[in-house]
């Protein structure tokens, strides 16, 4: 059974830094693609963030581009979310995901697997 558990959410200044991690399940180390998502409140889902768990290779969106870091441990079996220079538009609550293939960049239809979520609040 896929098990995704997010943590390090929380409420910081417009400015501030917050590290997310995703805890995931042995099942995980198949997935082909792990990713971040946000959804704030009255929006759609939208793509943060994601990491090709075999080449390592990231894909950003413009909006969190050279301010959010990805990263894996599959040793651990745990995937982070650096963020820094957070924006109050970063406000949301953020998804960590896993998919076994890839449709396209940021792709909702790539993912299989689906954590509960962590607010995130970022106040000026």
């Known amino acids: 059974q896929v098990q995704l558990v997010e943590s390090g959410g929380g409420s910081v200044q417009a400015g501030g830094s917050l590290t997310l991690s995703c805890s995931g399940s042995?099942?995980?180390?198949?997935?082909?693609?792990m990713g971040w998502f946000r959804q704030a409140p009255g929006k759609e889902r939208e793509g943060v963030a994601e990491?090709?768990?075999?080449?390592?290779?990231?894909y950003y969106a413009d909006s969190v581009k050279g301010r959010f870091t990805i990263s894996q441990d599959r040793a651990k079996n745990m995937l982070y979310l650096q963020m820094n220079d957070l924006k109050q538009d970063d406000t949301a609550m953020y998804y960590c995901?896993?998919?076994?293939?890839?449709?396209?960049?940021?792709?909702?239809?790539?993912?299989?697997?689906w954590g509960q979520g962590t607010q995130v609040t970022v106040s000026s």
């Open positions: 990491i090709a768990t075999g080449t390592g290779g990231t």
């Open positions: 042995d099942y995980t180390r198949s997935s082909y693609v």
């Open positions: 995901a896993a998919g076994y293939t890839w449709v396209g960049q940021l792709h909702l239809q790539s993912y299989n697997h």
